[in-house]
């Protein structure tokens, strides 16, 4: 299978301004905004779609794949799921911190704020089972930022609230 690593380098880019764009605006907000949270992972989903076949994650373990290219698309995805915690996170922030019968303050509703909670704690999910499998093919290595970047955000999401 040929991988074109233009494509590859392209996407996490398209994927690391989107994870920008989520700090500036989603987190610029005063109050959690579950309008701002549609559209960000409608971007966030349309993004992941739109991956070329060879880049989707079961493809990636599936197909004869090399072996540096397969780590760079797990790199790109973990990327993604860090993009998607960094922006459904903030909701469980919201739901834990909030003082007992105090009111809801969101544009959105506590079930969707939920919602958004479980996205958050399914992409933690991944998170970890990426690195496990980047671990099974010695593919971690000491000062990998991306590795240590996202592989804290799990804990920080899981243990952390």
Same mark, same amino acid.
């Given at each position: 299978? *040929? +991988?074109?690593?233009?494509?590859?380098?392209?996407?996490?880019? &398209?994927?690391?301004?989107?994870?920008?764009?989520?700090?500036?605006?989603?987190?610029?907000?005063?109050?959690?905004?579950?309008?701002?949270?549609?559209?960000?992972?409608? &971007?966030?989903? &349309? =993004?992941?779609?739109?991956?070329?076949?060879?880049? @989707?994650?079961?493809?990636v373990l599936d197909e004869n794949i090399d072996q540096?290219?397969?780590? %760079? +698309?797990?790199?790109?995805?973990?990327?993604?799921?860090?993009?998607? /915690?960094?922006?459904? @996170?903030?909701? +469980? /922030?919201?739901? *834990? %911190?909030?003082?007992?019968?105090?009111? =809801?303050?969101?544009?959105?509703?506590?079930?969707?704020?939920?919602?958004?909670?479980?996205?958050?704690?399914?992409?933690?999910?991944?998170?970890?089972?990426?690195?496990?499998?980047?671990?099974?093919?010695?593919?971690?290595? &000491?000062?990998? =930022? /991306?590795?240590?970047? *996202?592989?804290?955000?799990?804990?920080?999401?899981?243990?952390?609230?």
């Amino acid at each position: 299978m *040929v +991988i074109d690593v233009d494509v590859m380098q392209s996407e996490l880019g &398209k994927i690391g301004f989107l994870a920008t764009d989520i700090v500036k605006n989603v987190y610029a907000a005063d109050v959690c905004s579950m309008r701002l949270m549609d559209v960000y992972m409608a &971007k966030l989903n &349309k =993004w992941h779609q739109e991956l070329p076949r060879y880049m @989707r994650f079961g493809t990636v373990l599936d197909e004869n794949i090399d072996q540096g290219s397969r780590r %760079s +698309i797990m790199l790109i995805h973990l990327t993604f799921l860090g993009a998607t /915690m960094l922006l459904t @996170r903030r909701t +469980i /922030m919201e739901l *834990v %911190s909030r003082p007992p019968g105090s009111p =809801w303050v969101c544009d959105g509703t506590k079930e969707e704020a939920l919602h958004y909670m479980g996205v958050c704690i399914q992409a933690a999910e991944n998170v970890a089972r990426i690195v496990g499998c980047l671990y099974d093919e010695q593919g971690l290595f &000491k000062r990998c =930022w /991306m590795i240590m970047y *996202v592989s804290t955000c799990p804990l920080i999401t899981i243990c952390g609230y």
